[in-house]
């Protein structure tokens, strides 16, 4: 339904708000508090609980696939523990990978868990939500834990993905200070965030006083068994500055292609920099390689 004001419509009133009864009850959801899985199950799924920090972090380590479960049905929300008075956050990765829909972050400050919140939202330019994969949405999967490193399902349902990355070069690294006329020496950083069995890093070797051009022609080879939880982490280090931070990128596996790629680096708070990493990625389905 649409509706159209005229101007010389004098008969509008303009303090009338028009709402969608539909959408608002659509929208709503009822905080309760979480007093157990069990109890839980008499929950409608209109409602939705808050977990603090620390005991989500207990149960991922102690009951992760009945978190799993209770996410299929209900939106659960963590915030962070009451010591974090310097605004540190979440670890996000681990209530991403069990479900937990909303993870409560201190957006002022710039972490590797804000890098990774911003990649994780990147496929929808930050719009605020994304589905789910299938492996935590279906309720056949109740074998699956992302604490296991070999679990029956990931034996019995797929293979390992090979990603070969190559980091050729990178242009215009910033200096993390301005002021410093010490030229930079840099090195690159990989790390895979992913369920514990695809968790990994690599860094290339570093180029000494090279800031403007340096080149490594470094190859990496990472074997990744849930590509639709992983994320990859580039960061470009300074050897001699306690190896400081000089840019980063956060993508989701999924969003990865293979081929050649320019990776716009971002600083510790996701802004573009003036610096660029030069990759080469060969993604190698095992199911269908000779």
């Known amino acids: 339904m649409s509706v159209n004001f005229s101007d010389e419509d004098e008969s509008f009133d303009h303090d009338v708000s028009v709402v969608c009864k539909e959408l608002a009850v659509l ?9 157990g899985f069990q109890v839980a199950k008499k929950h409608k799924h209109t409602q939705s609980s808050s977990l603090a920090e620390s005991k989500a972090l207990t149960y991922i380590e102690h009951n992760a696939l009945n978190l799993i479960l209770h996410n299929q049905n209900f939106i659960t929300r963590v915030y962070p523990a009451a010591y974090r008075q ?17 993870v409560a972050l201190n957006f002022q ?45 990931l034996l ?16 215009h690294i910033p200096k993390r200070n301005q002021r410093d006329s010490a030229p930079v020496s840099p090195f690159v950083k990989v790390k895979i965030f992913g369920v514990r ?14 800031g403007l051009n340096p080149i490594w022609n470094h190859l990496m080879q990472f074997s990744i068994c849930i590509p639709e939880l992983c994320l990859l982490r580039f960061t470009v280090k300074d050897n001699d500055k306690s ?24 600083d510790i708070y996701n ?20």
């Open 156 to 171: 019995a349902q797929r293979r390992p993905i090979k990603l070969e990355l190559c980091i050729i070069s990178a242009q």
């Open 86 to 102: 310097d605004s540190s956050n979440v670890e996000t990765l681990s209530l991403w990978n069990t479900g937990v829909q909303m």
């Open 27 to 35: 929208v709503a959801c009822q905080n309760t508090t979480f007093k």
């Open 197 to 210: 069995c695809d968790q990994n890093e690599q860094k290339t070797l570093t180029i000494s006083n090279n």
């Open 109 to 153: 400050t710039g972490d590797v868990s804000m890098s990774l919140n911003h990649g994780r939202f990147s496929d929808n330019k930050q719009c605020g939500y994304i589905l789910k994969p299938a492996i935590l949405r279906e309720s056949k999967n109740t074998t699956f834990s992302p604490n296991s490193c070999f679990s029956a399902y």
């Open 243 to 266: 190896n400081t931070d000089l840019g980063q990128y956060s993508i989701p596996f999924l969003s990865m292609q293979s081929g050649y790629r320019h990776i716009r680096l971002l």
């Open 271 to 290: 802004n573009p920099t003036t610096a660029t990493l030069f990759v080469n990625v060969k993604i190698i389905n095992t199911d269908n390689a000779t």
